[in-house]
């Protein structure tokens, strides 16, 4: 990582991996190159999927018997998630499947230019996801940074993402949305939120705090009231560093709490050339070589922890 740059402060260009062997080996950049085909078979897959019934009522109906068969419904391939990435390059950890950790950290097209704010970068183990739950379990959502307002677009990304979740069969039971800009309620339960998530949606409208006795820290005031058998999604995207990062540390540091967690999205803001021009300069704070250490160990302890947009 350090021969690559990745550890500096100074905007480092991370897309030379992406675009010669002269960066790594011809070797790596030949398991890129068919990872990039990879990624684009798995959004496709994705895209022509039909969407399942939902997932809990019938692991319900079948107190936990034949949940395997049920979990098989999510499978984009009759054999499997990893039998569409034939670069063999998918992480693997102890609960599942999910992207490798390769900079710039979102979609190789930005590289190109292209898909800048795209999620079809992000895998998804959701058979894994699936045979992980009980009949009890509750799915839930929190949302550190739940501006309905994406950058001037009709819709954000995180409305992209729980749908995606409801198309593979798990709708949440609970969604908790913490955003500190002042928003008109009306604007948000009439004008931005599908009528759908009307009744899971808790708006919460202030920003969250890094105090673990505060009630405005979901990791604690939320998160600590369920247990392992629940389905945890997290996402944490405030561009304030001094907050985001105290919370990742108490979700790493605190191994009760990391069992609660599955999923986490997190915009880390470091130094990075092809994102310094959409990054506020204060929001930067670290390099690529930490946002790669900091997502690895969270993968570590089971976490699923993918860099969001």
């Known amino acids: 990582l350090d021969k690559l ?3 500096s402060v100074h905007d480092p260009i991370t897309c030379k991996i992406w675009e010669t062997s002269d960066a790594t080996t011809k070797e790596i950049h030949d398991h890129l190159v068919q990872y990039e085909k990879d990624i684009e078979l798995y959004s496709e897959s994705i895209k022509k999927f039909e969407p399942i019934p939902q997932l809990m009522p019938a692991i319900k109906k079948s107190r936990g018997k034949n949940q395997q068969e049920i979990c098989k419904t999510t499978r984009l391939h009759p ?18 499947y999910v992207e490798p950790l390769l900079p710039p950290l979102r979609h190789p097209k930005i590289c190109k230019g292209q898909k800048m704010m795209s999620l079809d970068y992000l895998v998804h183990d959701f058979e894994a996801m699936c045979n992980k739950l009980k009949p009890t379990s509750k799915l839930v959502f929190v949302d550190m940074g ?15 993402l729980l749908d995606l ?3 593979m069969g798990f709708t949440f039971d609970h969604i908790y949305g913490f955003e500190v800009t002042p928003t008109d309620p009306e604007q948000v339960f009439v004008s931005k939120l599908p009528a759908k998530y009307m009744a899971p949606y808790h708006w919460i409208n202030v920003g969250v705090s890094t105090e673990k006795t ?16 629940d389905l945890i999604v997290v996402k944490l995207d405030i561009d304030t560093p001094s907050i985001e990062l105290p919370l990742v540390l108490q979700l790493l540091d605190d191994n009760e709490l990391a069992k609660l967690v599955d999923q986490f999205y997190f915009e880390h803001h470091v130094h990075m ?9 204060g929001s930067m704070n670290g390099t690529v070589k930490d946002s790669m ?3 690895s160990k969270m993968r ?4 699923l922890a993918h860099s969001w947009v």
Do not use: C
Request: glycine letters at 10%.
């Open 165 to 167: 979740y409801e198309k």
């Open 79 to 96: 054999d499997g998630l990893a039998s569409i990435f034939h670069s063999n390059q998918l992480s693997f950890t102890r609960s599942g």
């Open 273 to 281: 050339g092809e994102l310094a021009s959409a990054w506020r300069d």
């Open 300 to 303: 570590e302890k089971g976490i």
């Open 293 to 295: 250490g900091l997502f």
């Open 146 to 160: 739940a501006s309905l307002e994406f950058h001037g677009q009709q819709r954000s990304p995180v409305m992209e």
């Open 214 to 229: 505060s009630q405005l820290n979901p990791l604690y005031s939320i998160i600590n009231t369920f247990d392992e058998d």
């Open 5 to 7: 740059g990745y550890e």
